[in-house]
C-alpha cells in the first residue's frame, strides 16, 4: 500500500485527485493531520505542523505503508524532515519530478510549473524537492479564481467546469509566455483531477502528483500482494 498524508479539508475530493482512492489502480491508505488547513500550509508555512506531519508518516508507517506521499505539493520544504523520521521512501510533492523532467527531457528547455498560488511558492519549495539550479518558470492559479477559492479557501463546493477552464486558461498562457518549455509539472495534489484537459492543451509531457505515485508504487509494491 501506498500512505497519503491528508490536509485537514473541506473540499470534495473529486477522482484524479490524491485524496480519493478510486484515482489510484491500487490500494493507498489516508492519515489526516489534524489542523493542517491548506492556508496554514500554502500561505504561512506554519512550522508548528511538521510534528503533526512526522507523526502521521509514523502512523502510516506502522500501518503498512511501504512509500508515504502527501495531498499538497507546498510540503516539499519538509522533504528532508518527513523522510528522514522513517524506514520507507517518502516523496511529499510533485515538484521532486522537476529535475528528473529536466533531465529526460534532454534539457532543452525550462520545466514550466503550475502552482495553485505563485506568490507562496519559493525557493525553499525547490531546494526540498532537489530541484535548486534547474530552469523552471512558474505560473499560478488566480487568487481570485474558482480553483483557489475551493483549494486554499477550503470551501466544500466546486464549480468543476469553471475550475477546468481556469486551469486551461493558465496552462494555455504559460505556453503561450514560454514556448519553450520541454516539461509541465503540476504542483497542486488536486489538479490531476483536470489533467486529461491539460494534456490536450499542451505538447510536452505533463508530471503531477499522480504519475509520481504511480511510479513509486511501480518500484516498491509492482510484484507485491499489497
Known amino acids: 500500500m501506498i500512505g497519503i498524508l491528508l490536509l485537514d479539508t473541506s473540499f470534495p475530493r473529486l477522482i484524479g485527485d490524491v485524496g480519493n482512492p478510486k ?11 489534524e489542523g493542517a488547513l491548506p492556508f496554514r500550509v500554502v500561505k504561512e508555512r506554519d512550522g508548528y505542523l511538521l510534528p503533526s506531519f512526522i507523526e502521521g ?20 520544504i519538509w522533504q528532508k524532515e518527513i523522510a528522514s523520521a522513517v524506514k520507507i521512501p517518502v516523496f511529499t510533492s510533485s515538484l521532486l519530478q522537476v529535475p528528473w523532467a529536466y533531465q529526460i527531457t534532454g534539457r532543452r528547455g525550462p520545466i514550466g510549473i503550475l502552482t495553485v498560488d ?3 511558492l519559493t525557493e525553499a519549495h525547490f531546494e526540498g524537492a532537489g530541484a535548486t539550479g534547474i530552469p523552471a518558470v512558474v505560473r499560478g492559479m488566480k487568487p481570485e479564481g474558482e480553483f483557489h477559492r475551493v483549494y486554499i479557501g477550503n470551501n466544500p463546493d466546486i464549480d468543476v467546469s469553471k475550475a477546468g477552464h481556469e486551469m486551461v486558461a493558465e496552462v494555455s498562457a504559460l505556453v503561450n ?8 509539472v503540476l504542483e497542486c495534489a488536486n489538479m490531476p483531477i483536470f489533467g486529461k484537459a491539460v494534456r490536450e492543451t499542451v505538447k510536452v509531457p505533463v508530471f503531477d502528483i ?7 508504487w511501480s518500484s516498491v509494491l509492482r510484484h507485491s500482494s499489497d
Open 210 to 216: 499522480v504519475t509520481l505515485t504511480c511510479f513509486i
Open 118 to 120: 505563485a506568490s507562496s
Open 177 to 184: 509566455e514560454h514556448p519553450d518549455i520541454s516539461g509541465l
Open 57 to 76: 508518516a509514523k502512523v502510516l508507517w506502522r500501518r503498512g505503508a511501504k512509500a508515504i506521499t502527501t495531498s499538497c505539493g507546498f510540503l516539499a
Open 23 to 33: 484515482t489510484f489502480p491500487f490500494p493507498v491508505i489516508y492519515e489526516k493531520v
